[in-house]
Structure formats: structure tokens, C-alpha cells
């Protein structure tokens, strides 16, 4: 018997338990030297841009220019302050007043005060903030993707003279990887725009650490060429936040190397199916809800024999997260049916249903939270608050147990098909 700590909120849960731990401290650590600081990571990105010129001679060339920098909301955990004390150090404080902080919402809520300074840090009130809306009526029509999707962009975004993208590249369930183009689209584009995109998802290319024939993402790259970023800077973190890496410049270029890492970070290679999998989404704030928590399963519930037990640990102190998520998770009470309205009458919140009754269709699903447990079990899903409870109730005679601590930023990739 070990004893695992796994993320819960902001807490831990402590188990002494005999499971194999899939994302042990200290695995592929990635190109960061030990020695290197993460303010030097960053650093030395940008003073080697791929692709591009420094980004102070972008911002030098242009008179009195008009800077926008993107940065993640606060439903990401991207180290956005750290960006910032080396992204504003590289362009000069005489720019100051040129630069408006622009928070890539999609279609979130809009962060609270509170909010923003986590993600902002000291920056929160140092320089002019905005808030994207994707239902504003001031958004801008830069095109239409040959898939029919059209784009509409922040005004912000689309009138700076200087565009730059901030943000972290990690998995996502069906664009492949974050990152990059993701800050344009879904961050700072309409509703109409996201969920024309979204509904590309039922494609079988579209799924996690894939971009070759992925719609989903080559849409999102032929949106973003419509009003393309000046620089860009992209970090991969480690599930415990920590910089692995850096890269800066032009965007695909930096995108293409910053998943390069992210492969071999975040995915892990799997022998055998695992009778019982524990997974946690990491902890807040990728277990503030349900729906940014559900990411864990949908990468890690292939590793798991058919019919077996996944057990999601995520607080949720937040809810389910999405109305429309829990709408369909009550109406679409089938893997088919929820497959049907996707391709039928996509709303997008509903796509969380339509891969949280996949997972269904293959394994027996628990949670471990403080959701209400009436609705869980309404929904066919197994309430528990404690983890000791969802371990008591799966099959005394357990096989193979694993524990992924890190489930938002850990892909199982089974080798038995």
C-alpha cells in the first residue's frame, strides 16, 4: 500500500491504496533546463522568435500603434501574469498606455474582480482590461471558412494595429491541443462563429493530441488567418503548472513546436486496460465545474476495460457549470440520442453531454464532488462525496486499480484496441 495525495479543489485527498500511479512527479520534464527560472524560459522565447522579427521591432515599427495582448480567462490556468512582466518588459514602458489586456472568454462568463486578479496578478489595474463578449453587437465580420463557418472577432482584436496571443498549449478533447489559434477562436469570437466550429466535433479526427484531418482545428487556423497575431507566446506547463517550455513568434510555428512538447508531456502509453481508474482533473481550477472537470474523463476513460469503473474526482464547488450541458444531460439520455442532436440541432454547452454519455456507453460512471447527488444519479451517474465510499462501491474482487492525479492534462493511450 501507497499513500497518494490527489488534487481535490484546493485540497487533497489522501488515499493508502495499491494502484499504479500514471503521472508520477518528474516524467518527461520536457527541453527545460533545471537551472533555468521560469521568468528565463520565457525569456529566452522571446528573444529567439521563430519565424517572426522581435517583438520590440514589431511594436517599434509601428507609430504610436494600438497593442492588444490576449490573455486566457479564468477558467485556464495559464501563467498569464509571468507572460506579462516579460511580454511588457520586451516592448517598453513608454507603450504602456498603447496596451489593452484583452480576456479570451469564448462563451464564459466574464471573470469577477476577483477573478481578474488572479489571473492578472499586479496587472489588473495597471492597464486598460477588456472583457470579450461573444454576443456583443460590436463584433467584426473578417470572413467565411470554405466549411461555411463565418467569423466575426472582438473589435479590440480585429482594430489593434498590434495583435498578440498569450496562453498555454495542453490537451484538448477535440481540437487537438490548446493553444495558439484557440485564442482567436473559440476566445475572441461570436457565439454563431464558436458553434459552427464546435458542431465539427462528431468528426473521428477530432479528439485529443490529433491534428492531422482535424476539422475542428484546421477550421480554427483558417478563421484565425482572416485577422492573423503579429506574435504570439505560448507556454507548456506541466499538470502542476510548472514551465516545461516556451516559444514565440509566428503562430503556426510556434503552435507546431509547443505540441511537439506537449505530446510527450502529457500523453502516456498504456499496456493494458485497467479494471478501476481514479481520476482526478487536477484540482481547482480545472475542477471548479463540471463541464471544464469532464475533460479528465474524455482522456482517460479509453484505459479502462469495458465495463469497468471510472471514478472522477473533482469538487465542483462551482456546479455543473453549463445550463445548456445540463439541459441535454437530462434530455439526451443515450450515447445515440445525444449523437443524433449533435448533428441535428447543435447547441454548444450540449457537446459536453454528447462525450460525457460516450464515456457512459463504455464504463460505469461515479463522481466524487459536492454536486447534488439526486441529479447525478437522475443522469445515471454514481454520487459519492467521499472517495473511500466510490472505492467500497465498485466490485470487491478489483483487478487492475490506476490513479491519474493529473486527469486534465494526462492522455491514456491503451495499446489494446
Given at each position: 500500500m501507497t499513500k497518494i495525495q490527489i488534487p481535490y479543489g484546493n485540497s487533497q485527498i489522501v488515499?493508502?491504496?495499491?494502484?499504479?500511479?500514471?503521472?508520477?512527479?518528474?516524467?518527461?520534464?520536457?527541453?527545460?533546463?533545471?537551472?533555468?527560472?521560469?521568468?528565463?524560459?520565457?525569456?529566452?522565447?522571446?528573444?529567439?522568435?521563430?519565424?517572426?522579427?522581435?517583438?520590440?521591432?514589431?511594436?517599434?515599427?509601428?507609430?504610436?500603434?494600438?497593442?492588444?495582448?490576449?490573455?486566457?480567462?479564468?477558467?485556464?490556468?495559464?501563467?498569464?501574469?509571468?507572460?506579462?512582466?516579460?511580454?511588457?518588459?520586451?516592448?517598453?514602458?513608454?507603450?504602456?498606455?498603447?496596451?489593452?489586456?484583452?480576456?479570451?472568454?469564448?462563451?464564459?462568463?466574464?471573470?469577477?474582480?476577483?477573478?481578474?486578479?488572479?489571473?492578472?496578478?499586479?496587472?489588473?489595474?495597471?492597464?486598460?482590461?477588456?472583457l470579450h463578449d461573444c454576443d456583443a453587437n460590436t463584433l467584426i465580420d473578417v470572413g467565411t471558412t470554405t466549411r461555411g463557418t463565418p467569423v466575426k472577432l472582438n473589435r479590440n482584436y480585429v482594430d489593434a494595429d498590434v495583435k498578440i496571443l498569450t496562453g498555454d498549449i495542453t490537451l484538448h478533447y477535440y481540437a487537438g491541443f490548446g493553444g495558439g489559434r484557440k485564442s482567436i477562436l473559440p476566445g475572441v469570437s461570436s457565439r454563431e462563429t464558436i458553434q459552427k466550429n464546435h458542431a465539427l466535433l462528431i468528426d473521428e479526427h477530432a479528439r485529443t493530441a490529433n491534428l492531422e484531418h482535424n476539422p475542428v482545428h484546421q477550421d480554427m487556423t483558417e478563421a484565425a488567418a482572416f485577422c492573423p497575431p503579429d506574435f504570439v507566446l505560448n507556454v507548456v506547463a506541466a499538470g502542476d503548472g510548472s514551465i516545461v517550455d516556451a516559444y514565440a513568434g509566428e503562430m503556426s510555428t510556434v503552435f507546431q513546436s509547443g505540441t511537439e512538447v506537449a505530446k510527450g508531456l502529457f500523453c502516456r502509453n498504456i499496456p493494458e486496460f485497467f479494471d478501476v481508474l481514479v481520476v482526478s482533473a487536477g484540482g481547482f481550477p480545472k475542477d471548479r465545474n463540471l463541464y471544464q472537470a469532464s475533460k479528465a474523463i474524455e482522456n482517460c476513460y479509453r484505459a479502462v476495460a469495458p465495463g469497468g469503473d471510472l471514478i472522477l474526482v473533482a469538487e465542483c464547488k462551482e456546479g455543473i457549470g453549463d445550463a445548456y450541458f445540463e439541459d441535454w444531460m437530462h434530455e439526451q439520455t443515450s450515447y445515440d440520442k445525444a449523437a443524433e442532436a449533435v448533428r441535428t440541432k447543435f447547441v454548444l454547452g450540449g457537446h459536453k453531454a454528447y462525450y460525457m454519455r460516450k464515456v457512459m456507453n463504455h464504463v460505469s460512471l461515479s463522481i466524487v464532488s459536492v454536486l447534488d447527488s439526486q441529479l447525478l444519479s437522475a443522469w445515471g451517474i454514481k454520487p459519492f462525496t467521499t472517495l473511500d465510499e466510490a472505492l467500497e462501491s465498485t466490485k470487491k474482487d478489483i483487478g487492475k486499480m490506476g490513479i491519474v492525479r493529473k486527469g486534465a492534462d494526462t492522455l491514456l493511450v491503451p495499446a489494446v484496441k
Open positions: 488515499v493508502d491504496i495499491d494502484a499504479e500511479l500514471l503521472d508520477s512527479e518528474g516524467e518527461d520534464e520536457g527541453t527545460r533546463s533545471k537551472k533555468s527560472t521560469p521568468g528565463d524560459v520565457i525569456k529566452r522565447a522571446l528573444n529567439n522568435p521563430l519565424g517572426t522579427k522581435r517583438l520590440r521591432e514589431i511594436v517599434a515599427a509601428k507609430k504610436d500603434a494600438k497593442i492588444v495582448i490576449v490573455v486566457d480567462d479564468h477558467t485556464r490556468a495559464a501563467p498569464t501574469e509571468l507572460m506579462l512582466d516579460s511580454l511588457t518588459a520586451e516592448i517598453g514602458e513608454d507603450c504602456k498606455d498603447k496596451i489593452t489586456l484583452l480576456v479570451a472568454c469564448g462563451t464564459h462568463e466574464p471573470p469577477t474582480d476577483e477573478d481578474l486578479k488572479k489571473i492578472l496578478g499586479t496587472y489588473a489595474g495597471r492597464y486598460r482590461i477588456a
